[in-house]
């Protein structure tokens, strides 16, 4: 449906154009944050941390717009419900790029990459909860709640994940005691994963309520 008002439309266009632009972002932070504690690269790392601060520029800005247009335009039923939802969708999305700046931050702290087998676990982890964020912000852009009920069912599969890597992790430590600080730190590592599944999910059960009004069915979530 058309608005009669242009500025709202634009206003509207101009938020969701926001979220894409923090998801992107987000999504390349999950990579490289853990292209780099793979590599040892510090110098990417570095690179994931600093470029934290143009999502939390971008969150600011969508906060600013979304109480602009509440207050200025007074929006009701869909139009509100998509308002609010940019509002809390920014939010998360910051979240998640500041668990990739997490495990960044913990690319210095790890000891004898090389014979450290449980390493090559987590970017497998990684690329399931980057693709959760991809198909989320897929399914936001395009109004589709029955791919946001996808990504809500594929948390499962980060959850198993993260079950298998602590218990691989833990044993790992058991017999050889020595690798007790780095593993500590990649167990950590596995939990940021974890959490940005989580978040993915959160997003994926709002954009289901801005397309339908409704939260997915218990059975879903």
Same mark, same amino acid.
Request: aromatic share 6%.
């Given at each position: *449906? #058309?608005?009669?008002?242009?500025?709202?439309?634009?206003?509207?266009?101009?938020?969701?154009?926001?979220?894409?632009? *923090?998801?992107?972002? +987000? #999504?390349?932070?999950?990579?490289?944050?853990? &292209?780099?504690?793979?590599? $040892? &690269?510090? #110098?990417?790392?570095?690179?994931?941390?600093?470029?934290?601060?143009?999502?939390?520029?971008?969150? *600011? #800005?969508?906060?600013?717009?979304?109480?602009?247009?509440?207050?200025?335009?007074?929006? =009701?039923?869909?139009?509100?419900?998509?308002?609010? +939802?940019?509002?809390?969708?920014? $939010?998360?999305? /910051?979240?998640? $790029?500041?668990?990739?700046? %997490?495990?960044?931050?913990?690319?210095?702290?790890?000891? !004898?990459?090389? @014979?450290? /087998?449980?390493?090559?676990?987590?970017?497998? *982890? $990684?690329?399931?909860?980057? /693709?959760?964020?991809?198909?989320?912000?897929?399914?936001?852009?395009?109004?589709?709640?029955?791919?946001?009920?996808?990504?809500?069912?594929?948390?499962?599969?980060?959850? +198993?994940?993260? %079950?298998?890597?602590? @218990?691989?992790?833990?044993?790992? =430590?058991?017999? %050889?005691?020595?690798?007790?600080?780095?593993?500590?730190?990649?167990?950590?590592?596995?939990?940021?994963?974890?959490?940005?599944?989580?978040?993915?999910?959160?997003?994926?059960? =709002?954009?289901?309520?801005?397309?339908?009004? &409704?939260?997915?069915? !218990?059975? !879903?979530?």
């Amino acid at each position: *449906m #058309e608005h009669t008002v242009k500025a709202f439309d634009e206003d509207i266009t101009r938020l969701r154009g926001l979220i894409t632009e *923090m998801g992107g972002l +987000a #999504e390349v932070a999950i990579q490289e944050s853990l &292209d780099a504690l793979v590599r $040892g &690269d510090e #110098e990417l790392a570095a690179k994931v941390v600093a470029r934290d601060k143009k999502l939390d520029a971008l969150e *600011m #800005e969508v906060d600013k717009l979304a109480v602009r247009v509440i207050a200025l335009r007074a929006p =009701m039923a869909d139009d509100l419900r998509e308002v609010i +939802a940019a509002l809390k969708i920014a $939010g998360v999305v /910051e979240r998640i $790029g500041d668990y990739s700046k %997490n495990i960044a931050k913990r690319v210095g702290m790890i000891e !004898d990459r090389k @014979r450290f /087998e449980p390493l090559t676990l987590l970017p497998a *982890m $990684g690329e399931l909860a980057a /693709e959760m964020v991809h198909d989320v912000l897929t399914a936001y852009a395009a109004r589709d709640a029955g791919l946001a009920r996808e990504v809500i069912k594929a948390d499962e599969k980060v959850d +198993a994940f993260y %079950n298998s890597i602590f @218990r691989n992790f833990v044993s790992y =430590m058991v017999e %050889n005691p020595s690798t007790i600080s780095s593993a500590a730190q990649l167990l950590f590592v596995a939990r940021n994963i974890e959490r940005i599944g989580d978040h993915a999910t959160n997003v994926a059960e =709002m954009v289901h309520f801005a397309a339908t009004g &409704d939260y997915p069915p !218990d059975e !879903d979530r």
